[in-house]
Every structure is written in structure tokens, then in C-alpha cells.
């Protein structure tokens, strides 16, 4: 703010001195010379005037006429021919100065938005502390969402005046991640990794956000740049973990369960997480059974046939949550699947296959309801705006035709 400061100190002091300058050294005002100028040409014009009447018989004595104009501009010499010169006293001038400091900062305090350009620059700079809580996923003390916004907006002016930050553009990623807003998050992500595409940590957040897209195309990419990340370091727990969900999600069972079953070596018996991967791997090893049965036995199934309703405003990425609930409308699904927003009528079959959990398929619902929502920043809770449909209660192995025309 000092360099602001300063900048309208000069600039009001160029304006006075527009405003004095002027006054004080403006051009000397010559009353005599002036006269004479007058003079002459009123002496010019009255000749013209006898000449003009002599020539018509008015005037007979043209020549003591002349010699009396003559006379009379002679007595209109002054005596003295000094120039004059207006003076300005310093009394006249603080007047107006005062007026043009006054009216140069009260525009600017009226309309200038100071109180903005004020907590602005405050925003800017809390920028190291809320970073360093951010960063602190053990803090006692979380952001909130507007403290949150203020990292944003601190973040990105501090990229506006250094946009080779790369540290920058993976914490603005991530700040998009937690408040769900896929487009800065990709954006961010994708620069911060233009700039240090090796660097492991830059690939990993850019690969997790990719996969949380839910684009297929951009998840084989994620997928690709997390091998990369195994192959500089193969103890990186995150990129397996990761590695080992999309596994899962994509029904890669004997996959998700070898990366699982390598990361509960690499961590040990002893850590907490150990239980986790535990149950993930028994969960994996039970749909492989699952799988198995379902190949020897065949399984009734519904398909579902899944339409966009006319008013719907279709986001430019994001997927389609199909989910089986109980004919009761219980929130809790039974079985679901993910599906990437491509050209309407979705056409798919769920089976026992889809079931959320083994000891609970979806064969063992007589009757269901079929539901379709659009998500767009992969995460499994509904959110205000979404769209959404349902259908009708139907036996299992129908059919049904869901239209997705409602929001929460």
C-alpha cells in the first residue's frame, strides 16, 4: 500500500502544478500596447469614413478633420508606457489546491473500492499461514470455507505475478479437489505437472484427480502416470493404494488384491492400517469367489434402460451413478454401477455382479428400484444441483426405463 500511496502523492502534485504553474507565470498582459492597436484602427477606419464622404460633398474641409483626429490620438498616448502585469497572491492559490486535493481523493475513496484493495492485500498475506494449515492434515484448527476461499484467491495472485510455480498450481489443485470443483483441479494439476512433469508428487495428485473425473480415456492416462510413479519408487504406498481402488472399481479383483497384498507387507503387521487392507483384500478375494460361482450359475439380472430428461443441462464431464435400492426407497444402494456420460439412452444390465456388498446381492431383492443420477466430481454423495431419476418398483429380472429429470 506504500507504493499506492505514494503514486497518487505524485499524481496530485503534477495536477497542482498544472493548476499553479499558470497562474503564476502566465503571460504579462500589455494594456498600452493594446490601446494603441485600438487606436490605429479606429484612426483607419474614421479616414476611410471622410475620404468616402468628401468624395460625396458632405465634407468640405477633409483636412482640418484629419488634423483633429490626428490631435485627439495623440492625447490618447499615455505618459507612462510600462507593461502591466496581474498579480496572484499565495492567498488566492490555497483555495484551489485544497479544493483540487479534496475532490482528486474523495472521488477515489467513493469510488475506488480502498476496503477491497484493502483485505486484497491482507488476503495475500495470510497466504503462508493458511497454506502451512492446509498442508497440516492433523491440525486442530481446519480452514473453513471462507478461509478457504481467501487461500484461493491469495493463490492465485500470487501465480498471476509467478505462474512457473509449480508448488503453487499443485496447492490450488488440491484446494479444487477439497471444495469439489473438477475444473480448477484439472486445470492446476495439469499446469503444475507441464512444469515438473517428474516430479512424483505432481504425478500422483494429477493422476488422482484424473481418476476422480470419471473420464475412462483420462483414467488409462492416470493409470499410466502411477506406474511411472511405482517404477521411480516402489515402496509409494499412495500411487498403489490408488493403483489398487481403480483395480477394484474396475473389477480387476486378482489385481486390486496383489496391490493390497504388497502394501501389507511394505507396512508391516503392526500398523493400523494393516486391519484396513486386510478387509479390502478379503472383500476382493470374495468377489473373485462371487465371480467364479456366477460363471458356473446363471444369475438373474434387470436391465435398465436410462434417459435424459429434456430440460437437463449436461456438464461436459463427469458419470452416471445407476444404483438397485430396495423396493422400500432406502438412501443405502444395494448394487451400483459408474458409468462415463456418453450419448443418450444409456443401455446396461446389473447383476449380482454389481452388488455393493457379498453378503448382500442383489438377487436377493424380489422387488427394486432402479435409480440414475449425473455426478460430476466422483464422489459417491449427492450434492444440491444434481439430477436425477428413479423408477417404478419392478421384479428382479425385468426391465425399466429410468429418466433422469429431477434435481435435490
Not at 492567498?91 to 484493495?117: E, H, R, T
Not at 491440525?139 to 491469495?154: F, H, I, Y
Request: charge should be negative; include cysteine; hydrophobic fraction near 40%.
Amino acid at each position: 500500500m506504500t507504493l499506492f500511496w505514494l503514486i497518487t502523492v505524485v499524481l496530485v502534485l503534477i495536477a497542482a502544478a498544472i493548476f499553479i504553474v499558470p497562474m503564476l507565470y502566465g503571460k504579462t498582459q500589455d494594456d498600452i500596447a493594446s490601446r494603441d492597436e485600438l487606436n490605429k484602427a479606429f484612426f483607419k477606419d474614421r479616414i476611410d469614413e471622410l475620404e468616402e464622404e468628401t468624395s460625396e460633398g458632405l465634407v468640405s474641409n477633409q483636412g482640418e478633420l484629419v488634423s483633429e483626429l490626428q490631435q485627439s490620438l495623440l492625447d490618447d498616448v499615455p505618459v507612462h508606457t510600462d507593461q502591466q502585469k496581474t498579480a496572484v497572491s499565495t492567498a488566492m492559490l490555497i483555495p484551489g489546491l485544497i479544493l483540487l486535493v479534496g475532490v482528486c481523493y474523495g472521488m477515489y475513496f467513493s469510488v475506488g473500492n480502498l476496503d477491497k484493495v484493502e483485505s486484497w492485500q491482507q488476503t495475500v498475506a495470510q497466504l503462508p499461514e493458511l497454506s502451512k494449515r492446509l498442508m497440516d492434515e492433523q491440525s486442530a484448527d481446519p480452514l473453513s470455507d471462507a478461509e478457504m476461499n481467501d487461500l484461493t484467491l491469495a493463490l492465485r495472485t500470487r501465480l498471476h505475478d509467478n505462474p512457473n510455480d509449480a508448488t503453487g498450481w499443485l496447492l490450488l489443485g488440491r484446494i479444487g479437489m477439497a471444495n469439489r470443483d473438477a475444473d480448477t483441479a484439472q486445470g492446476a494439476m495439469k499446469r503444475a505437472y507441464a512444469l515438473e512433469p517428474g516430479n512424483p508428487e505432481v504425478q500422483l495428485s494429477y493422476a488422482q484427480t484424473l481418476m476422480l473425473i470419471g473420464d475412462p480415456a483420462k483414467s488409462d492416462y492416470a493409470r499410466q502416470l502411477l506406474r511411472s510413479v511405482i517404477k521411480q519408487d516402489h515402496t509409494n504406498i499412495r500411487a498403489m493404494s490408488l493403483l489398487a481402488f481403480d483395480s477394484f472399481e474396475r473389477g480387476d479383483y486378482p489385481q486390486a488384491v496383489s496391490y493390497w497384498t504388497m502394501m501389507k507387507k511394505m507396512i508391516g503387521e503392526d500398523d493400523p492400517r494393516a486391519k484396513m487392507l486386510g478387509r479390502s483384500i478379503e472383500r476382493a478375494q470374495a468377489q473373485i469367489t462371487q465371480v467364479s460361482k456366477q460363471a458356473a450359475i446363471p444369475t438373474k439380472t434387470v436391465s435398465v434402460k436410462v434417459e435424459l430428461g429434456s430440460s437437463v443441462n449436461l456438464p461436459t464431464q463427469g458419470l452416471v451413478i445407476i444404483s438397485v435400492h430396495s423396493a422400500d426407497g432406502a438412501p443405502m444402494p444395494v448394487a451400483a454401477r459408474r458409468m462415463p456420460l456418453s450419448q443418450f439412452p444409456l443401455m446396461l444390465t446389473l447383476s449380482d455382479s454389481d452388488s455393493m456388498i457379498p453378503e448382500r446381492l442383489m438377487s436377493s431383492l424380489p422387488n427394486m428400484i432402479v435409480k440414475a443420477r449425473i455426478d460430476t466430481d466422483g464422489n459417491v454423495m449427492t450434492k444440491k444441483g444434481d439430477w436425477y431419476g428413479q423408477s417404478d418398483v419392478i421384479s428382479l429380472g425385468g426391465s425399466t426405463n429410468v429418466v433422469i429429470d429431477k434435481q435435490y
